[in-house]
């Protein structure tokens, strides 16, 4: 019977393989085999996808913060703009 190894390093990816090499590995599906996806870790014997540190951020309207024109808050303007405007500014959104 056919075995599909992922070998890692202490949870770092090191290969895909059916052989029997040295090295500690677990056990994958044929289809996770299959994609060969290297940007993988392993933590408590199970393949997790890495993370790659990206954080999310929103636009909120405040008090405080940058002043953008109401018809678009990608435009920044200074206190002497004539039209309406609206502060905002941004928070990360937690996962």
């Known amino acids: 019977m056919v075995?599909?190894?992922?070998?890692?390093?202490?949870?770092?990816?090191?290969?895909?393989?059916c052989e029997d090499l040295p090295g500690?590995?677990?056990?994958?599906d044929a289809e996770t085999y299959a994609l060969g996806d290297p940007h993988v870790e392993v933590?408590?014997?199970k393949i997790q996808p890495l993370s790659f540190g990206i954080e999310l951020y929103k636009l909120t309207k405040s008090r405080k913060g940058t002043?953008?024109?109401?018809?678009?808050?990608?435009?920044?303007?200074?206190k002497s703009y004539k039209g309406k405007t609206n502060k905002?500014?941004?928070?990360?959104?937690?996962?």
């Open 3 to 17: 075995e599909f190894r992922l070998y890692h390093d202490n949870g770092k990816f090191v290969r895909y393989s």
């Open 24 to 28: 500690d590995y677990i056990l994958v």
């Open 43 to 45: 933590i408590d014997d």
């Open 67 to 78: 002043l953008c024109p109401v018809e678009d808050i990608a435009i920044v303007v200074d």
């Open 88 to 95: 905002y500014s941004y928070e990360q959104i937690k996962n």
